[in-house]
Protein backbone atom coordinates (compact mmCIF):
# COMPACT_ATOMS: atom_id res chain seq x y z
CA UNK A 1 0.00 0.00 0.00
CA UNK A 2 1.50 3.45 -0.91
CA UNK A 3 0.60 6.26 1.70
CA UNK A 4 0.34 9.35 0.35
CA UNK A 5 0.25 12.66 1.27
CA UNK A 6 -1.58 15.53 -0.51
CA UNK A 7 0.42 19.21 -0.20
CA UNK A 8 -2.14 21.94 -1.09
CA UNK A 9 -5.81 21.17 -1.41
CA UNK A 10 -7.25 23.51 -3.35
CA UNK A 11 -8.23 22.43 -7.08
CA UNK A 12 -5.34 20.49 -8.49
CA UNK A 13 -5.23 18.85 -5.10
CA UNK A 14 -8.47 17.83 -5.06
CA UNK A 15 -7.81 16.03 -8.51
CA UNK A 16 -4.84 14.45 -7.21
CA UNK A 17 -6.58 13.32 -3.92
CA UNK A 18 -9.37 11.70 -6.02
CA UNK A 19 -7.41 10.20 -8.01
CA UNK A 20 -4.95 8.44 -5.34
CA UNK A 21 -7.96 7.50 -3.20
CA UNK A 22 -9.62 5.90 -6.68
CA UNK A 23 -6.50 3.54 -6.45
CA UNK A 24 -6.42 -0.12 -4.72
CA UNK A 25 -2.95 0.04 -3.72
CA UNK A 26 -3.04 3.62 -2.40
CA UNK A 27 -4.43 5.13 -0.27
CA UNK A 28 -4.16 9.10 0.98
CA UNK A 29 -3.39 9.32 4.79
CA UNK A 30 -2.61 13.20 5.12
CA UNK A 31 -3.45 16.95 3.75
CA UNK A 32 -1.92 19.49 4.07
CA UNK A 33 -3.30 23.07 3.21
CA UNK A 34 -1.97 26.26 4.34
CA UNK A 35 -5.50 27.48 4.95
CA UNK A 36 -6.81 25.56 7.69
CA UNK A 37 -10.18 25.91 6.05
CA UNK A 38 -9.50 24.29 3.02
CA UNK A 39 -7.02 22.02 4.13
CA UNK A 40 -10.29 20.79 6.34
CA UNK A 41 -12.63 19.90 2.57
CA UNK A 42 -10.51 21.08 -0.13
CA UNK A 43 -10.89 24.47 -2.07
CA UNK A 44 -14.66 24.28 -3.49
CA UNK A 45 -14.61 28.13 -4.83
CA UNK A 46 -11.86 26.89 -7.65
CA UNK A 47 -14.27 23.85 -8.39
CA UNK A 48 -13.73 20.86 -6.10
CA UNK A 49 -16.60 19.76 -4.55
CA UNK A 50 -16.74 18.64 -0.61
CA UNK A 51 -13.71 16.10 0.10
CA UNK A 52 -14.16 12.58 2.31
CA UNK A 53 -11.34 13.48 4.18
CA UNK A 54 -12.15 10.63 7.46
CA UNK A 55 -9.59 8.73 8.26
CA UNK A 56 -7.40 11.29 6.78
CA UNK A 57 -4.90 13.34 9.01
CA UNK A 58 -4.87 17.18 8.34
CA UNK A 59 -2.35 19.49 8.65
CA UNK A 60 -1.64 23.09 8.04
CA UNK A 61 2.55 22.57 8.02
CA UNK A 62 4.85 20.66 5.54
CA UNK A 63 7.21 20.17 8.62
CA UNK A 64 4.73 18.93 11.15
CA UNK A 65 3.17 16.38 7.80
CA UNK A 66 6.38 14.85 7.19
CA UNK A 67 7.63 14.55 11.29
CA UNK A 68 4.45 12.71 12.29
CA UNK A 69 3.11 10.72 9.40
CA UNK A 70 4.78 8.08 7.66
CA UNK A 71 4.59 8.50 3.84
CA UNK A 72 6.05 6.91 0.82
CA UNK A 73 4.78 9.90 -1.32
CA UNK A 74 3.37 13.43 -2.12
CA UNK A 75 1.39 14.81 -4.30
CA UNK A 76 2.81 18.76 -4.75
CA UNK A 77 -0.17 20.58 -5.80
CA UNK A 78 0.95 23.99 -4.75
CA UNK A 79 1.31 27.28 -6.21
CA UNK A 80 4.04 27.04 -9.05
CA UNK A 81 6.22 29.36 -6.85
CA UNK A 82 6.43 26.62 -3.71
CA UNK A 83 6.91 23.87 -6.12
CA UNK A 84 10.49 24.01 -5.73
CA UNK A 85 10.92 24.65 -2.12
CA UNK A 86 8.83 22.23 -1.15
CA UNK A 87 9.57 19.73 -3.51
CA UNK A 88 13.04 19.56 -2.30
CA UNK A 89 11.59 19.88 1.67
CA UNK A 90 9.87 16.22 0.88
CA UNK A 91 12.67 14.35 -1.10
CA UNK A 92 15.09 14.90 1.99
CA UNK A 93 12.86 13.78 4.09
CA UNK A 94 12.96 10.42 1.94
CA UNK A 95 9.02 11.11 0.33
CA UNK A 96 8.72 10.31 -3.67
CA UNK A 97 7.49 13.32 -5.25
CA UNK A 98 4.76 13.61 -7.96
CA UNK A 99 4.94 17.82 -8.98
CA UNK A 100 2.64 19.72 -10.20
CA UNK A 101 3.33 21.16 -13.61
CA UNK A 102 5.51 23.51 -14.23
CA UNK A 103 8.40 21.74 -12.59
CA UNK A 104 9.56 25.25 -11.15
CA UNK A 105 10.09 28.95 -12.58
CA UNK A 106 12.83 28.94 -13.70
CA UNK A 107 16.07 26.32 -14.92
CA UNK A 108 18.55 26.65 -11.77
CA UNK A 109 15.33 25.87 -9.73
CA UNK A 110 14.60 22.74 -11.87
CA UNK A 111 18.33 21.69 -10.97
CA UNK A 112 18.26 22.17 -8.10
CA UNK A 113 15.05 19.94 -7.47
CA UNK A 114 16.69 17.17 -9.96
CA UNK A 115 19.95 17.45 -7.51
CA UNK A 116 17.66 16.84 -4.28
CA UNK A 117 16.15 13.89 -5.92
CA UNK A 118 19.21 11.80 -7.05
CA UNK A 119 20.58 12.58 -3.52
CA UNK A 120 17.61 10.87 -2.08
CA UNK A 121 17.47 8.43 -3.98
CA UNK A 122 13.99 9.11 -4.29
CA UNK A 123 11.15 9.60 -7.45
CA UNK A 124 10.42 13.45 -8.73
CA UNK A 125 7.86 12.79 -11.19
CA UNK A 126 5.95 16.39 -13.16
CA UNK A 127 3.01 16.18 -13.50
CA UNK A 128 2.87 17.09 -17.02
CA UNK A 129 -0.83 15.37 -17.91
CA UNK A 130 -0.74 15.65 -21.30
CA UNK A 131 1.29 13.53 -22.13
CA UNK A 132 -1.02 11.14 -19.94
CA UNK A 133 -4.52 12.60 -21.98
CA UNK A 134 -6.21 10.10 -24.03
CA UNK A 135 -5.87 11.64 -27.03
CA UNK A 136 -2.43 13.16 -26.89
CA UNK A 137 -1.50 9.56 -26.11
CA UNK A 138 -2.93 8.01 -28.90
CA UNK A 139 -0.83 10.63 -31.15
CA UNK A 140 2.22 9.86 -29.22
CA UNK A 141 1.41 6.20 -30.42
CA UNK A 142 0.65 6.82 -34.01
CA UNK A 143 3.41 8.85 -34.22
CA UNK A 144 6.18 6.29 -32.94
CA UNK A 145 4.86 3.27 -34.82
CA UNK A 146 5.01 5.25 -37.87
CA UNK A 147 1.47 3.73 -39.39
CA UNK A 148 0.70 7.01 -41.14
CA UNK A 149 4.09 8.11 -42.45
CA UNK A 150 6.43 10.92 -40.81
CA UNK A 151 4.92 14.22 -39.39
CA UNK A 152 4.49 16.61 -42.03
CA UNK A 153 3.30 19.18 -40.28
CA UNK A 154 1.87 19.40 -36.51
CA UNK A 155 -0.67 22.62 -34.91
CA UNK A 156 -1.26 22.72 -31.10
CA UNK A 157 -3.75 25.46 -29.61
CA UNK A 158 -4.74 25.72 -25.97
CA UNK A 159 -6.99 29.12 -25.44
CA UNK A 160 -8.91 30.26 -22.46
CA UNK A 161 -9.58 33.54 -20.62
CA UNK A 162 -6.90 35.43 -17.77
CA UNK A 163 -6.66 33.39 -15.21
CA UNK A 164 -8.29 35.53 -11.69
CA UNK A 165 -7.09 39.06 -12.21
CA UNK A 166 -7.87 39.51 -8.65
CA UNK A 167 -5.01 40.99 -6.52
CA UNK A 168 -4.88 38.43 -4.05
CA UNK A 169 -4.68 35.28 -7.01
CA UNK A 170 -1.28 34.04 -6.90
CA UNK A 171 -2.10 33.03 -11.37
CA UNK A 172 -2.33 37.00 -11.97
CA UNK A 173 1.34 37.25 -10.55
CA UNK A 174 3.92 35.95 -13.45
CA UNK A 175 6.53 36.12 -10.13
CA UNK A 176 4.34 33.09 -8.86
CA UNK A 177 2.75 31.62 -11.91
CA UNK A 178 5.33 32.40 -14.78
CA UNK A 179 2.69 33.68 -16.52
CA UNK A 180 0.84 32.38 -20.01
CA UNK A 181 4.37 30.69 -21.09
CA UNK A 182 4.83 28.52 -17.74
CA UNK A 183 1.34 27.94 -16.75
CA UNK A 184 -0.44 27.17 -20.22
CA UNK A 185 2.05 27.33 -23.00
CA UNK A 186 3.58 24.63 -21.13
CA UNK A 187 1.35 21.90 -22.02
CA UNK A 188 1.88 21.86 -25.50
CA UNK A 189 5.75 22.77 -25.75
CA UNK A 190 6.01 19.61 -23.23
CA UNK A 191 4.02 16.91 -25.30
CA UNK A 192 6.01 18.82 -28.71
CA UNK A 193 9.14 17.66 -26.98
CA UNK A 194 8.03 13.99 -26.26
CA UNK A 195 6.95 13.54 -29.54
CA UNK A 196 9.85 15.03 -30.89
CA UNK A 197 12.49 15.84 -28.99
CA UNK A 198 14.14 19.04 -28.08
CA UNK A 199 13.69 21.83 -30.75
CA UNK A 200 17.16 23.28 -32.35
CA UNK A 201 15.23 26.60 -32.23
CA UNK A 202 12.28 28.49 -31.30
CA UNK A 203 10.38 31.54 -32.53
CA UNK A 204 7.54 33.22 -31.19
CA UNK A 205 5.18 36.06 -31.17
CA UNK A 206 4.04 37.52 -28.04
CA UNK A 207 0.69 40.07 -27.76
CA UNK A 208 0.59 41.71 -24.34
CA UNK A 209 -1.74 42.75 -21.96
CA UNK A 210 -1.98 46.59 -21.22
CA UNK A 211 0.04 46.05 -18.02
CA UNK A 212 3.05 44.41 -20.21
CA UNK A 213 1.80 40.64 -19.27
CA UNK A 214 2.01 38.40 -21.72
CA UNK A 215 -1.66 37.12 -23.02
CA UNK A 216 -1.33 35.22 -26.21
CA UNK A 217 1.99 33.50 -27.32
CA UNK A 218 2.34 31.81 -30.81
CA UNK A 219 5.17 29.77 -31.18
CA UNK A 220 6.55 27.86 -34.45
CA UNK A 221 9.92 24.94 -33.13
CA UNK A 222 12.28 24.37 -35.57
CA UNK A 223 13.29 20.32 -35.88
CA UNK A 224 15.03 21.02 -39.18
CA UNK A 225 13.36 18.09 -41.11
CA UNK A 226 11.19 20.46 -43.29
CA UNK A 227 8.11 19.84 -40.24
CA UNK A 228 5.99 22.65 -39.56
CA UNK A 229 5.68 22.32 -35.53
CA UNK A 230 3.48 24.86 -33.95
CA UNK A 231 1.58 25.99 -31.06
CA UNK A 232 -0.26 29.30 -29.84
CA UNK A 233 -1.79 29.46 -26.10
CA UNK A 234 -4.19 32.09 -25.20
CA UNK A 235 -5.80 34.04 -22.27
CA UNK A 236 -6.88 36.49 -24.34
CA UNK A 237 -10.24 34.35 -25.45
CA UNK A 238 -13.37 36.33 -24.31
CA UNK A 239 -14.99 34.80 -20.65
CA UNK A 240 -17.62 32.95 -22.30
CA UNK A 241 -15.13 31.05 -24.51
CA UNK A 242 -14.37 28.70 -21.65
CA UNK A 243 -11.79 26.31 -22.26
CA UNK A 244 -10.53 25.05 -25.60
CA UNK A 245 -7.44 22.03 -26.17
CA UNK A 246 -7.24 21.15 -29.53
CA UNK A 247 -3.94 20.10 -32.43
CA UNK A 248 -4.11 19.53 -36.20
CA UNK A 249 -1.25 16.66 -37.62
CA UNK A 250 -0.62 16.20 -40.64
CA UNK A 251 0.93 12.94 -41.27
CA UNK A 252 2.37 11.23 -44.45
CA UNK A 253 -0.65 9.20 -45.13
CA UNK A 254 -3.46 10.49 -42.90
CA UNK A 255 -4.52 14.08 -41.18
CA UNK A 256 -5.67 13.54 -37.03
CA UNK A 257 -7.68 16.45 -35.52
CA UNK A 258 -8.72 16.85 -31.90
CA UNK A 259 -11.38 19.89 -31.40
CA UNK A 260 -11.38 19.35 -27.49
CA UNK A 261 -14.43 16.08 -27.68
CA UNK A 262 -13.29 13.72 -30.24
CA UNK A 263 -10.34 12.75 -32.26
CA UNK A 264 -10.66 12.29 -36.05
CA UNK A 265 -8.29 10.08 -38.08
CA UNK A 266 -9.00 11.11 -42.39
CA UNK A 267 -6.69 8.27 -43.49
CA UNK A 268 -5.37 9.21 -47.55
CA UNK A 269 -6.82 5.46 -48.65
CA UNK A 270 -9.85 4.08 -46.30
CA UNK A 271 -12.87 6.17 -44.47
CA UNK A 272 -12.48 8.74 -41.93
CA UNK A 273 -13.12 7.54 -38.25
CA UNK A 274 -13.09 8.98 -34.87
CA UNK A 275 -10.03 6.91 -32.96
CA UNK A 276 -10.93 5.04 -30.04
CA UNK A 277 -8.67 5.77 -26.91
CA UNK A 278 -8.51 5.32 -23.09
CA UNK A 279 -11.39 6.11 -21.22
CA UNK A 280 -10.59 8.80 -18.00
CA UNK A 281 -8.67 11.95 -17.86
CA UNK A 282 -5.22 12.39 -18.29
CA UNK A 283 -4.93 13.13 -14.32
CA UNK A 284 -6.25 9.74 -13.28
CA UNK A 285 -3.91 8.06 -16.09
CA UNK A 286 -1.03 9.88 -14.91
CA UNK A 287 -1.43 8.93 -11.00
CA UNK A 288 -2.07 5.16 -12.44
CA UNK A 289 1.51 5.56 -13.91
CA UNK A 290 3.33 7.40 -10.71
CA UNK A 291 1.78 4.52 -8.45
CA UNK A 292 2.96 1.56 -10.95
CA UNK A 293 6.55 3.22 -10.79
CA UNK A 294 6.58 3.32 -7.14
CA UNK A 295 4.94 0.14 -7.10
CA UNK A 296 7.53 -1.68 -9.87
CA UNK A 297 5.10 -2.67 -11.71
CA UNK A 298 6.54 -0.39 -14.89
CA UNK A 299 9.49 0.37 -15.75
CA UNK A 300 8.63 2.43 -18.83
CA UNK A 301 9.88 5.98 -18.76
CA UNK A 302 7.50 8.39 -20.19
CA UNK A 303 8.73 11.58 -18.55
CA UNK A 304 12.16 12.50 -16.62
CA UNK A 305 12.41 15.27 -14.59
CA UNK A 306 15.23 16.53 -17.09
CA UNK A 307 12.45 16.16 -20.04
CA UNK A 308 10.42 18.50 -17.40
CA UNK A 309 13.04 20.94 -17.13
CA UNK A 310 13.80 21.28 -20.89
CA UNK A 311 9.76 22.22 -20.96
CA UNK A 312 10.49 24.94 -18.52
CA UNK A 313 13.59 26.12 -20.32
CA UNK A 314 11.07 25.81 -24.11
CA UNK A 315 8.50 27.61 -22.25
CA UNK A 316 10.74 30.93 -21.01
CA UNK A 317 12.34 31.15 -24.21
CA UNK A 318 8.70 31.94 -25.84
CA UNK A 319 8.07 34.90 -24.19
CA UNK A 320 12.22 35.73 -23.31
CA UNK A 321 12.12 38.62 -26.04
N1 LIG B 1 -2.11 19.87 -14.75
C1 LIG B 1 -3.07 20.75 -14.92
O1 LIG B 1 -3.88 20.66 -15.84
C2 LIG B 1 -3.19 21.89 -13.96
C3 LIG B 1 -4.39 22.63 -13.87
C4 LIG B 1 -4.46 23.64 -12.92
C5 LIG B 1 -3.35 23.93 -12.12
N2 LIG B 1 -2.20 23.21 -12.26
C6 LIG B 1 -1.02 23.47 -11.41
O2 LIG B 1 -1.31 23.00 -10.10
C7 LIG B 1 -0.70 23.86 -9.13
C8 LIG B 1 -1.79 24.31 -8.15
O3 LIG B 1 -2.80 25.02 -8.86
P1 LIG B 1 -4.28 25.16 -8.26
O4 LIG B 1 -5.11 25.72 -9.36
O5 LIG B 1 -4.68 23.91 -7.61
O6 LIG B 1 -4.04 26.30 -7.16
P2 LIG B 1 -5.01 26.67 -5.94
O7 LIG B 1 -4.72 28.10 -5.62
O8 LIG B 1 -6.41 26.24 -6.22
O9 LIG B 1 -4.47 25.74 -4.75
C9 LIG B 1 -3.23 25.91 -4.12
C10 LIG B 1 -3.41 25.59 -2.64
O10 LIG B 1 -2.12 25.62 -2.01
C11 LIG B 1 -2.31 26.13 -0.70
N3 LIG B 1 -1.02 26.62 -0.18
C12 LIG B 1 -0.37 27.76 -0.49
N4 LIG B 1 0.81 27.82 0.17
C13 LIG B 1 0.91 26.69 0.90
C14 LIG B 1 1.91 26.14 1.76
N5 LIG B 1 3.06 26.78 2.01
N6 LIG B 1 1.68 24.94 2.35
C15 LIG B 1 0.51 24.28 2.12
N7 LIG B 1 -0.46 24.75 1.31
C16 LIG B 1 -0.27 25.92 0.70
C17 LIG B 1 -3.35 27.22 -0.87
O11 LIG B 1 -4.00 27.54 0.36
C18 LIG B 1 -4.30 26.60 -1.91
O12 LIG B 1 -5.37 25.91 -1.28
C19 LIG B 1 -0.04 24.99 -9.92
O13 LIG B 1 1.34 24.75 -10.05
C20 LIG B 1 -0.72 24.95 -11.28
O14 LIG B 1 0.13 25.37 -12.33
C21 LIG B 1 -2.12 22.18 -13.14
Known amino acids: ?98 CEKPMALSVEDCDAMIAAAHSAGKQLMIAQCIRFWPEYAWVKQAVGSGDYGQVLAADFSRLTYAPGWDADSWYSDPSKSGGI ?57 PEPFGFGMSFRIVFEKAAVSFDGTSLKVCPSAGETFVAEVAEGDGYKAEIEYFAALLSGETNEIKITPEQARESVRMALETTSK
Request: net charge negative; aromatic share 6%.
Open 181 to 237: ALDLHIHDLDFIQYLFGSPAGIRSSVVRFGNGVPGHVATQLDYQNNSAVSATASWMM
Open 1 to 98: MIRVGIIGMGFMGGVHFRNWQALDDAQVVAVCDANPITAKKGNIETGSDELNLERVAIFTDVADMLASTELDAVSVALPTHLHKALSIQCLEAGVHVL
